[in-house]
């Protein structure tokens, strides 16, 4: 069965420094993807960054970058210069080649920047 | 504007009493699905379609009917809801079925069921 792990409940963070987002997943698909979500106090969900299972590099876009580490199924995200506008809900998410393409998801990580 | 856009975006109802959360999407995408958000759980899957008239369950597709007559509208129906689906339910499509393909999300309906 697919599962995604996501340990922190809440974690917090100075403005401007990095910090990192936990995620593992399980899967017998052979070929995933691995995605990372934000949900603002707002509430909408905002896709921010894509992992290919069978991808070499570690995904980055902006600030935002994934750490993926195959043999020890993790893909945790790291967000760079941390702003007062990163404190939101992530969740961490995968869909499989199989299995009816079901997305799945983390319980997620809330994150506080403090200024 | 690209977008997904579900209604209504809040809902108090009771027990028993039939409704429907519409959703459609103007990017032509070929996947959609409806998730239910419940703290500490994250997004969990209800039903989702890969195309006009192909749909199939999620992981909680109990107490929920979906259709799929049209490639923009995906509607998730409550035929007699009960107080365990108060939740907030979230629509979603995709550009691609496969492994790659990112979901992009409607704005949220927060359901009451009393």
């Known amino acids: 069965a697919q599962k995604i792990t996501q340990t922190q409940p809440g974690m917090f963070v100075q403005e401007k420094e990095a910090v990192t987002l936990d995620c593992t997943y399980d899967?017998?698909?052979?070929?995933?993807?691995l995605f990372w979500y934000k949900q603002p106090s707002s509430g909408e969900m905002i896709f921010l960054i894509y992992?290919?299972?069978?991808?070499?590099q570690n995904a980055t876009e902006g600030r935002y970058s994934l750490n993926f580490q195959k043999a020890r199924k993790s893909a945790n995200l790291v967000i760079s210069a941390s702003q007062l506008g990163d404190s939101a809900m992530y969740f961490c998410?995968?869909?499989?080649?199989?299995?009816?393409?079901?997305?799945?998801f983390g319980a997620g990580t809330r994150l506080f920047v403090k200024a | 504007e690209a977008q997904v856009t579900q209604n209504p975006r809040y809902l108090i109802t009771v027990t028993g009493k039939k409704l429907t959360v519409t959703c459609s999407q103007n990017?032509?995408?070929?996947?959609m699905s409806w998730y239910r958000q419940d703290p500490g759980l994250g997004l969990r899957q209800i039903y989702y379609?890969?195309?006009?008239?192909?749909?199939d369950k999620g992981d909680v597709p109990e107490g929920y009917k979906v259709s799929r007559k049209e490639k923009r509208n995906f509607p998730l129906i409550l035929e007699s809801p009960s107080p365990n689906q108060t939740s907030l339910y979230f629509c979603?499509?995709?550009?691609?079925?496969?492994?790659?393909?990112?979901?992009?999300f409607g704005e949220g309906s927060r359901l009451t069921v009393l």
């Open positions: 992992q290919g299972s069978y991808d070499q």
């Open positions: 979603a499509s995709s550009p691609r079925t496969g492994s790659t393909g990112e979901l992009f």
């Open positions: 990017m032509n995408h070929e996947y």
């Open positions: 379609s890969m195309n006009v008239e192909v749909t």
């Open positions: 899967t017998s698909d052979p070929s995933y993807g």
């Open positions: 998410a995968m869909r499989g080649d199989t299995g009816g393409f079901k997305t799945i």
